[in-house]
T-cell receptor
Framework: KAGVTQTPRYLIKTRGQQVTLSCSPI?????VSWYQQTPGQGLQFLFE???????NKGNFPGRFSGRQFSNSRSEMNVSTLELGDSALYLC????????????FGNGTRLTVT | LAKTTQPISMDSYEGQEVNITCSHN???????ITWYQQFPSQGPRFIIQ???TKVTNEVASLFIPADRKSSTLSLPRVSLSDTAVYYC????????????FGTGTRLTVIP
């Protein structure tokens, strides 16, 4: 069974630009959650989508948004990029309802210059 | 949301058993306890999950006392490759409230 796939693996953007990151969950997983991890920091929860609806949201500004498609694939978008947005962005999928754990991709490394 | 507290860091020599404790005083009746391992520049990886008493798999054991207000991840005979950050999460089966990671415990295994 294929794992969680995140694309692209690396990305370099300039301040003020916007970026879209993609996440393909494990087949059958309907929940997708996104995290930001900066150097030396823990995993900061961004938002979670379940059946195309945002179910949970972390404490991030409105520049960070996401969506989920009918096939459970998810995208997150960051507009008006700032230097502080440089981070590893991780997505995780799960199969809610039976207590199954989160399965993470290896992330997208975003560098804002 | 059940908040978790873990030691920030721990050091251990190769070959020793390591126990990492997580406190979750306001755990709810329906909450599970799940532990993850993260290496640099990778996503966290599931290690073990439990609800009560003791759970063991091929890589670790999880001890949960009767009051469930804490849990202990036990790694037998650690090696250098076990150097990583370990996170514990609590949340119920819906998956709606087990999304907030704490600071984790940075384990360093020394030769």
């Amino acid at each position: 069974k294929a794992g969680v796939t995140q694309t692209p693996r690396y990305l370099i953007k300039t301040r003020g630009q916007q970026v879209t990151l993609s996440c393909s969950p494990i087949s059958g997983h309907r929940s997708v959650s996104w995290y930001q991890q900066t150097p030396g920091q823990g995993l900061q929860f961004l938002f979670e989508y379940f059946s195309e609806t945002q179910r949970n949201k972390g404490n991030f500004p409105g520049r960070f948004s996401g969506r989920q498609f009918s096939n459970s694939r998810s995208e997150m978008n960051v507009s008006t990029l700032e230097l502080g947005d440089s981070a590893l962005y991780l997505c995780a999928s799960s199969r809610p309802g039976d207590g199954s754990p989160l399965h993470f991709g290896n992330g997208t490394r975003l560098t804002v210059t | 949301l059940a908040k978790t507290t873990q030691p920030i860091s721990m050091d251990s020599y190769e070959g020793q058993e390591v126990n990492i404790t997580c406190s979750h005083n306001n755990i709810a009746t329906n909450d599970y306890i799940t532990w993850y391992q993260q290496f640099p520049s990778q996503g966290p990886r599931f290690i073990i999950q439990g609800y009560k008493t003791k759970v063991t798999n091929e890589v670790a054991s999880l001890f949960i006392p009767a009051d469930r207000k804490s849990s202990t991840l036990s790694l037998p005979r650690v090696s250098l490759s076990d150097t990583a950050v370990y996170y514990c999460l609590v949340g119920d089966a819906t998956g709606a409230n087990n999304l907030f990671f704490g600071t984790g415990t940075r384990l360093t295994v020394i030769p």
